[in-house]
């Protein structure tokens, strides 16, 4: 993913001539009944493959006739009415050249310009203020107005009044650029690699926090973290300090590695058309930790899936 962001206050031209495109590929929210009857199809007379109660989280495949798909932990496919769900965020990916301006207030004459996303960046929707849209992406936030995105799983997100709005204060940290890469030799990185032992420590910390919640934007090992953020507090807890997003430690920190060389700690990135929006830790074996979605939280899975996001590359940080 990327993104170009703003400092606060400049002056670029908010004109545009063209109709932006986003197409989502899921949803993700809770159940906001008690007892929510999950059924075999989009009908009321089809068989119950389960119950689920309040609070439970889902992952939402799409929207058709106020009926929701899901996918259950078993990866099978399952339906229920939309109203019993709250959907809380709806994943998006800019599908237009030229750019996709962001503010820092739902209103183009008292909002600023603070960001801009390009085609191919993944993105996520949370709610509605008004004629605009309240997005995100790995802790950078702001607004887009809805005639810049479809329709579809959105209008199943909730509705905030501009009243409940704050214009967003935009940090040093968000509009910093990645640093240069390193340029560090496969000669170096031996002379000054740390002790091997350090993969192991890494990786038996990491099992630690197996099972815990995915939450977006969150960096807590234990009340909820999404990719990055689990890669980075495992990493800081070993002394060793990346970057905050994916693709910004993809492109800032370490050195690459070969996916045959990989060793226990070393860091490997997913996504889509070379563009990076996922992390995980190497645990040896073929396998990785990360923190992989709403769905299933931390977990341990292939580190080469025949499906999902494509492995783009490895990185060594320890």
Wanted: proline share 3%; net charge positive; with cysteine.
């Amino acid at each position: 993913m990327r993104l170009q962001k703003i400092l606060l206050g400049a002056v670029i031209t908010a004109a545009v001539a063209f109709l932006p495109n986003l197409a989502y590929g899921q949803g993700y929210g809770t159940v906001a009944t008690s007892t929510l009857n999950v059924r075999e199809k989009a009908t009321t007379d089809s068989r119950i493959l389960q119950q689920v109660g309040l609070g439970v989280p889902v992952e939402i495949v799409s929207e058709q006739n106020d009926w929701l798909k899901l996918i259950l932990k078993d990866g099978s496919t399952a339906y229920v009415k939309a109203e019993y769900i709250s959907v809380h965020r709806v994943v998006a990916t800019v599908e237009v050249s030229g750019g996709l301006n962001v503010r820092d207030y739902p209103s183009t004459e008292t909002g600023g310009i603070i960001g801009k996303f390009y085609q191919g960046d993944e993105i996520s929707v949370h709610y509605k203020v008004g004629d605009w849209y309240k997005i995100s992406q790995e802790g950078f936030e702001g607004f887009v107005h809805k005639d810049f995105v479809k329709e579809d799983l959105l209008k199943c997100l909730p509705t905030k009044a501009l009243s409940e709005e704050k214009k967003i204060t935009v940090t040093q940290q968000q509009v910093n650029a990645p640093a240069k890469m390193q340029s560090i030799g496969p000669k170096q990185a031996v002379a000054t690699m740390k002790p091997s032992g350090l993969g192991d420590s890494i990786v038996a910390y990491a099992k630690q926090f197996l099972g815990n919640p995915y939450v977006y934007g969150g960096s807590s090992l234990t009340s909820g973290t999404d990719c990055s953020g689990f890669s980075q507090q495992i990493m800081r807890n070993f002394g060793i300090s990346i970057q905050r997003s994916s693709s910004s430690q993809y492109a800032s920190n370490g050195y690459k590695v070969s996916a045959d060389n990989l060793q226990k700690g070393d860091l490997l990135f997913y996504g889509y058309k070379g563009r990076v929006s996922h992390v995980a830790i190497y645990i040896g074996g073929g396998q990785v930790i990360h923190a992989n979605d709403e769905r299933t939280g931390i977990i341990i899975s292939n580190a080469f899936p025949s499906h999902g996001k494509p492995f783009i590359g490895a990185k060594r940080v320890i």
